[in-house]
């Protein structure tokens, strides 16, 4: 897992099932096993708890809500 502020999309770091993949305006990357949605305060993703897990930091994001990926196989 990569922890510098240049963390970059692998797929093949991804555990395995977790498809989604989503950064938080605070530049932290998550992987999720079930597609997440926007936090109500906003700023965040969110899934229940064991379907998350940090991924890597990247910059912060303005733009989080863009941030939305899915593995496709």
Request: proline share 5%; aromatic share 20%; charged share 25%.
């Amino acid at each position: 897992m990569q922890t510098d502020e240049d963390w970059t999309l692998d797929w093949s770091q991804a555990p395995e099932g977790w498809d989604w993949l989503a950064q938080d305006e605070d530049g932290r990357w998550f992987w999720y096993r079930t597609e997440p949605t926007p936090g109500f305060g906003g700023g965040v993703w969110r899934a229940n708890s064991r379907n998350q897990q940090y991924a890597g930091q990247g910059q912060p994001n303005a733009l989080w809500m863009d941030s939305l990926r899915r593995r496709y196989y």
